[in-house]
């Protein structure tokens, strides 16, 4: 099927900030009992009888946090409620709704913004949530988006950052690495397009990679597996940001040190080989990548059993006394002190 060359292009002036609001949502259905007032009038309301309610924002700038050369818009409103669900799970609770507010400039026609939104409407039917709110206006500075996530859990269920103690085992959910090795790939390829707008990068070695950064899954089916296997973790956090700083702000909020076992990281096959062919060293991009959007946690000793042998999930270190630091423990068994070197929004 041959691309249309002159697609339609409805500029966003024609609709106005409400129209636009009304037309990009008129398809959303309420399904959460919890959302008893959606979009539509001054403020949602909700309802959760008795539960505690969690709320998480997250913010998406372009040229800082995407790239619109390679980042499809439809992809991109999927990742944006993705972000956010992932910090609702990580608190161990359940997502129910979401709001978006989008800054775009005059650059974007409606059509665009409809593709966004296809993306958005997926994100929620796949992982039960409803969009209930939002806002839009015109930017400068290409596209701005802003997400907040909204859930409910039991107080007695609710996990934070803070709660791990020394020797607790540290466990993590999938692999690491592949999303930041898919950045790599379409930011390599894309060089290669700026000099040969002609050339058609072949990205089907790389497809497990480029998924994990242009579609990420926020991880709702591990709490949902911790709460069958009646595992609730002392401590937890997602991996937004890297391994290394995860680790250091789950000591930092307990109170405790680490040692994080260079040999357990679990990584994909395609990481290491694509690592070899970038030359780079897979523990430092699991350490340091970040988009992963996996769950990091911390169990006590006794639930060890309850997870023994699952697929998903993988006993990468313990929890020390804080005296003792934190540290990576290579396969040669020698001792190094982990630093954040994660992703930081402000650094130049």
Known sequence: MLEDKNPQRTSLEELGEF??????????????????????????????????????????????HFDL?????????????????????????????????????????LEALEEFYQGVALACKMYNVDLVGGDTTSSNKGMIISVTAIGSADESQIVYRKGSKPNDLLVVTGD??????????????????????????????????????????????????????????????????????EILHLCKHGGVGCNLFENKIPLDPSVISTCEEFKMDSTMVALAGGED?????????????KIKGNPNLTVIGHMTQKSEGVHLITRAETKIPITAQGWNSFKT
């Open 293 to 305: 959007y996996e769950l990091l946690f911390t169990i006590d000793q006794a639930d060890f059993p």
């Open 176 to 245: 690491l690495g592949g999303a930041y090795l898919g950045l790599q790939v379409l930011e390599r390829e894309k060089e290669v397009y700026k000099v040969n707008p002609n050339s058609q990068p072949d990205l089907e070695p790389y497809s497990y990679l480029v998924e994990r950064q242009l579609k990420p899954e926020a991880r709702k089916d591990m709490v949902e597996l911790l709460e069958k296997l009646e595992v609730k973790p002392t401590s937890m956090i997602d991996i937004s940001d890297g391994l290394s700083s």
């Open 19 to 64: 129209g636009l609001i009304d037309h990009l949502t008129q398809h959303f259905e309420l399904k959460q009992p919890s959302s008893l007032v959606g979009v539509g009038d001054d403020a949602a309301v909700m309802d959760f009888k008795g539960k505690k309610v969690v709320v998480s924002t997250d913010m998406l700038v372009e040229g800082v």
């Open 69 to 109: 050369s390679y980042m499809p818009l439809k992809h991109l409103g999927y990742k944006s409620v993705m972000v956010n669900l992932s910090d609702i799970y990580a608190m161990n609770a359940m997502a129910t709704q979401i709001t978006i507010s989008m800054a775009v400039s005059n650059r974007f026609s």
